[in-house]
Structures are given as C-alpha cells and as structure tokens.
C-alpha cells in the first residue's frame, strides 16, 4: 500500500534561518506531488506542486522553493524565513493522471507545525 | 476562475445533534467534489467523494449529493459524535493535469457532550 512521510513534525525556529521540510511517498510510481500551507484558522492554500522531477510549479510567489530530486521525494526550502511563514505545511500525492481527467483524491501527510519566532 | 465556498464556522453542536455544513462551488466543466476531514494535529483525509451530478457520497455515517443545479455538496450528518469534532474542507477536483485540487477555507465544527 502507499504511504507518505513527512518531516519533522514540529519546527521552531528563528526569523531569518534556512527551512528544509522533507517528504517522500512509498508504494507509488510517478506520483503528483504537492506542498500546502494551511496558516492558522485559514484554509489550505497550494504552495507547489511537481508532475515529475525537476518539475515544479509554483502557485504563490514568496520566499519559499521547492525541490524534487527523485521520484518521490518532495523538498520544501528557504533561505531565509519570515515570521509570515509560520503555519502547518502539508505535502500530499496523487496519482499522476493524463491531462483532460480528472484526478481521484489527494492522499495527505501528517503535516508540520512551523513556528517562525 | 474555479473556487469553492464553505459556511463559515466554527459550529458547535451537541452531541446527537443534525449536521449540516454548506458547501457551493464555480468551476468549469464537471469537477469531482471531495469533503476531507482534518482532526485536531493531523493531516487531512478523504472522508467522501462524487464524481458526477446526483451522486451521493458517503462514510462513516457523513452524506453529500453532488447537485449541478444548484452547484452544491452540502455535508450532512443526522447525530454526530464528540469524536467528530474536526475541521472538514469541502474541495473540488477540476480536470486538469498536475494542480487540480482546489479547496474551500475549511469550517470547524465542535461537538460537545
């Protein structure tokens, strides 16, 4: 069966040092894969997502990038953080479809509470 | 573009009481709806789906019919739990490749004993 792993699961740290949020996917080939930040009492808001390695397409221009050096890796970074990045980041897969059809359902990780200071 | 709208929370309800949580969509085409649940610390999960108009998904004692006319996926639920208290996204799937996942700013809902 698939499954996603996503960490560390809780994250404090100072405005102005480098992020690395890591995520990778098992059981699957060629998955979609996607970064998420839901900021407190707010909804989800897309980040990123990648149909392949090296893809990546982004959905909010910010300080944050994001990387995909293998199949199912998923890598989310900064330089340098602001307070503004502090939030619970998501990563999530689906299965990679053909364009025109629609997609099943995205399968979440467990998420990691950011806490910018 | 595509958007979904949610009913703002949070809701509080007691235990045994009717659920609904409003749910409405604008998208082109014929997009999936999706109702995901995120209890408190946890990442999200699919609670229930439709894939086409006049469907009805459900779980776990949830329901939604995919309306067309109206353009809705309303969550229902006729007695709900304490262990239901969670955050639940309505979301629509639109037919497009890669990004495709569009979701609704969540409602909270707390079920008390």
């Known amino acids: 069966s698939q499954t996603i792993h996503q960490w560390p699961a809780t994250l404090v740290q100072p405005v102005g040092s480098p992020l690395s949020l890591e995520c990778t996917v098992e059981?699957?080939?060629?998955?979609?894969l996607y970064w998420y930040r839901q900021a407190a009492g707010r909804g989800l808001q897309l980040l990123f997502y990648?149909?392949?390695?090296?893809?990546i397409s982004s959905e909010v221009p910010q300080n944050l990038s994001a990387s995909r050096p293998q199949d199912r890796q998923f890598i989310l970074s900064s330089k340098k953080l602001l307070l503004s990045d502090s939030g619970f980041y998501l990563c999530a897969w689906s299965v990679r479809r053909l364009p025109q059809t629609t997609n099943e359902k995205l399968f979440f990780g467990s998420g990691t509470q950011l806490s910018v200071l | 573009g595509n958007s979904v709208t949610q009913m703002e929370g949070p809701v509080t309800l007691s235990e045994e009481a009717f659920l609904t949580i409003n749910c409405t969509y604008t998208?082109?085409?014929?997009?999936?709806l999706f109702w995901y649940v995120q209890y408190p610390g946890e990442g999200l999960q699919l609670l229930l789906k439709a894939t086409k108009a006049d469907d009805k998904g459900s779980n776990k004692g949830f329901e939604a019919t995919y309306r067309k006319e109206t353009t809705s996926f309303h969550l229902e639920k006729g007695s709900v739990q304490v262990s239901d208290s969670a955050v639940y996204f309505c979301?629509?799937?639109?037919?497009?490749?890669?990004?495709?996942?569009?979701f609704g700013p969540g409602t909270r809902l707390s079920v008390l004993p």
């Open positions: 979301a629509l799937s639109r037919n497009n490749y890669g990004q495709n996942f569009v």
């Open positions: 059981g699957t080939s060629n998955p979609n």
């Open positions: 990648s149909v392949g390695i090296g893809q």
């Open positions: 998208a082109t085409g014929y997009p999936s």
